[in-house]
């Protein structure tokens, strides 16, 4: 039996979740209990020792979750337990360096630019969504599907390879020009190459290149599906995936390259035939981890001067030091509760609650902009660019989940992140019985990709991916996988 595979009764797993629902009330509850008292002045805990606790609690919560995911679903390496880790990072990643005692580190510190009092706010109801956001995944309930038959399970891996072969022959030469005009400029820029059109002549032909470059990936990972049971060119895919993953973070985009090799090593550890292969890759995917956590400052200090290379990255780790190198770099991604607190700080008192209206117009994102000056979804929906205009500043502070769950519904997120735990968990939720399944498989892996940063962003990047990518990608293989099951079906009767 695999390491990472737990067998569990299904009436034991159903009573699990009831169980953990009830203590995910429960934590709700007594968030909101401290939260009124905090108004009130009721509550008789310094607000330094108010985040040290709030920063362990959610290392608690966040480990109660992940393994129980792992327990429910059989597997503990999993892609919706890595998703939760990404969220607890992004959006209180200072708060739980916070409750080791670290007080200064490099980068952003959001304990000196902030009152402490609203960063306490912002990390109660961070956690108050984070709790009704695993709820919402645990009521994701799979019925048992019939084992697939051998015919049918080539016709589906063959419909992959087909498609994820034309995808390729397609972007390649945009894949090759966008990757070598911006490694050329990255020399000189560093990380501004990756969103630099000025080599491209316009914006809008380095949008169409770079959307097309990007099919490239996804042919890939569709030939990584395709090819389950061709060791050598499975390897070799996944040799040129993890090239290209370690060229984008040489260049200074460490989320794009992390969760690249991330899902890849994820799939092999969890979905290949054999056990061999399923270890091998599963320590590969923790060395993964480990590399890239300690990377990810030097990388971050070296990407506005060129490209990275491994001897520099080396060098500042080891002048760091490992315990340096990850508080800093759980830092550096952890400052995405900013958003959430100056939006406390704007609505209500300046500007309204919206009411859902953010997530209603990031939908229309899938249609063109043929009737108005401003695109009904970048004038409601783009909340990094509004927050950005809001405080005058000339960069960029991103956006969260929760921080679009609050400018919407205030300190009542529990549907929509009910919701949203639901769904994610759903286009997320791969156990060992439906590993087997590749268009889930493919569903889950693209969305990992794609959405790995989601927590630090808003609702509407998250459509685009879905409407442009995953849904005509899925839609085009089950078409092509229907139609080769069909005439297998004929041949073998011999019509």
């Given amino acids: 039996m695999n390491a990472l595979t737990i067998p569990y009764p299904k009436n034991d797993r159903l009573r699990f979740r009831l169980c953990l629902i009830l203590i995910n009330i429960l934590v709700i509850t007594t968030l909101y209990v401290i939260q009124g008292k905090r108004d009130l002045g009721l509550l008789n805990i310094e607000e330094n020792a108010l985040s040290a606790a709030l920063g362990l609690f959610a290392q608690i919560l966040t480990l109660t979750y992940y393994f129980s995911w792992g327990k429910i679903t059989g597997n503990y ?115 501004e190459a990756l969103y630099n059109y000025s080599n491209y002549g316009s914006s809008r032909v380095f949008k169409i290149i770079e959307g097309l470059s ?82 990810f400052p030097a990388i971050q200090r070296l990407r506005h001067e060129g490209i990275a290379n491994v001897v520099q990255i080396s060098q500042i780790v080891a002048r760091n030091g490992i315990v340096e190198s990850l508080i800093s770099s759980i830092a550096s991604v952890g400052f995405s509760v900013f958003p959430l607190a100056k939006t406390m700080e704007i609505v209500p008192l300046y500007e309204n609650y919206r009411y859902g209206i953010t997530y209603l117009m990031a939908l229309t994102t899938v249609f063109p902009n043929l009737f108005f000056e401003i695109h009904p979804a970048q004038k409601y929906s783009a909340l990094a660019s509004w927050l950005m205009k809001s405080l005058n500043m000339t960069y960029g502070p991103g956006y969260s989940m929760p921080a679009e769950a609050y400018i919407n519904f205030g300190w009542f997120p529990l549907p929509i992140m009910l919701l949203a735990g639901y769904l994610i968990a759903r286009l997320l939720y791969i156990t060992k019985d439906n590993r087997n399944d590749p268009f889930r498989v493919f569903v889950a892996m693209m969305f990992f990709f794609m959405n790995i940063t989601l927590p630090r962003r808003e609702f509407l990047g998250v459509v685009r991916d879905i409407a442009y990518y995953i849904i005509p990608a899925y839609l085009v293989l089950k078409g092509i996988s229907r139609k080769q099951c069909q005439q297998a079906q004929g041949k073998k009767r011999g019509v």
């Fill in 77 to 191: 390496l999993n892609l919706f337990g890595m998703f939760l880790v990404s969220f607890v990072l992004f959006c209180l990643g200072q708060v739980i360096i916070y409750s080791y005692g670290v007080r200064t580190f490099a980068g952003a510190n959001m304990f000196t630019r902030l009152p402490v009092q609203l960063i306490n706010s912002s990390a109660i109801y961070t956690l108050i969504c984070l709790a009704a956001f695993f709820s919402g995944a645990l009521l994701v309930i799979d019925s048992p599907k019939k084992p697939v038959a051998i015919e049918e399970e080539e016709c589906n891996l063959a419909a992959f390879r087909k498609v994820g072969k034309l995808l390729l022959v397609f972007s390649a030469i945009p894949f090759l020009y966008s990757r070598t005009t911006t490694l050329l400029a990255a020399r000189s820029i560093g990380y």
């Fill in 214 to 295: 990007s099919l490239f990936t996804v042919g890939l990972i569709m030939l990584l599906v395709g090819y389950k049971h061709d060791k050598n060119k499975r390897n070799l895919i996944t040799l040129f995936l993890s090239i290209s993953a370690v060229i984008t973070l040489m260049m200074g985009e460490r989320t794009g390259a992390a969760s690249m090799l991330l899902v890849v090593y994820w799939y092999r550890s969890f979905c290949l035939p054999t056990k061999k292969d399923k270890k091998k890759n599963l320590l590969g995917i923790i060395l993964v981890s480990v590399l890239l956590l300690l990377a």
